[in-house]
């Protein structure tokens, strides 16, 4: 596969949505990768730093609250 943005070999794909990129245009972006349940009941999540990022998906930014989950 090649680069998504300019259309050379990639050196990987996109945590979030898969596309190829090269190491031009590979971005980085933390990864939650667990989410579990603290001592007091809140929600907390496990995060990997630098995971590889396309640039052009839009994964969210922010934490989302998660409501309700059970
Ligand atoms: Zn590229
Ligand atoms: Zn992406």
């Known amino acids: 596969m090649n680069c998504w943005h ?3 070999p990639s050196h990987g794909a996109c945590r979030f949505c ?3 990129v090269c190491k031009d245009h590979a971005q980085t972006m933390p990864f ?3 989410i579990y349940t603290g001592k007091e009941g809140e929600f907390k999540a496990i995060a990997v730093d630098n995971t590889l990022y396309c640039g052009v998906c ?7 609250t998660l409501k309700n989950l059970k």
């Open 6 to 8: 300019c259309d050379r």
């Open 18 to 20: 898969g596309r190829a």
């Open 32 to 34: 939650i990768l667990e």
């Open 58 to 64: 839009k994964p969210h930014e922010d934490p989302i």
